[in-house]
């Protein structure tokens, strides 16, 4: 399979990143979420990358939640959230996301993340599941969530 690396905040980073911009929607770059935060090779960066010959080709964030924001599971408890997973359209269906999303798992715990582009396919074939809404929480967003042991989910 893939390598799947943390990536440096740094400005080689933040290079690499102004990439994804040119293909993805505005919502989805990093970079902004980068330069903010910006601090010389930071080793608790949330930003994890597959390179391909130098080049990389495929990206995520993945920041842990708190349980106390939790508005998913039953009991509440701490989970990821992956957000702005990206492939370059080059590298797609080779399934440099799924390397991603398998590290993501690798974790072990919950993941939460929202479905864009068309993409709730993709995501039910890495054994995500759409969340119930209760109309009191409903904010828009397409939340699928993925357990990694039987654990309640918020009705």
């Known amino acids: 399979m893939y390598e799947v690396k943390r990536l440096h905040i740094n400005y080689k980073t ?20 980068l330069q903010a935060n910006i601090i010389e090779n930071d080793s608790e960066s949330p930003f994890y990358g597959i390179y391909h010959e130098d080049r990389l080709v495929a990206r995520m964030s993945l920041y842990k939640i708190d349980a106390k924001y ?3 599971f039953n009991p509440s408890q701490e989970y990821y959230e992956l957000w702005k997973l990206e492939v370059l359209p080059d590298y797609r269906e080779k399934d440099y996301g799924t390397a991603l999303v ?26 995500f599941f759409p969340v119930r809404y209760n109309p009191v929480r409903d904010r828009g967003e397409n939340p699928y969530v993925w357990l990694p042991t039987t654990v309640g989910l918020q009705d």
């Open 14 to 33: 933040l290079e690499e990143f102004k990439t994804f911009r040119e293909y993805g929607l505005e919502e989805l770059s990093m970079k902004d979420d």
């Open 70 to 72: 939790d508005r998913y």
């Open 102 to 127: 398998k590290h993501a798992k690798s974790f072990g715990l919950p993941i939460k993340t929202n479905s864009r582009c068309r993409a709730e396919d993709f995501w039910k074939k890495m054994s």
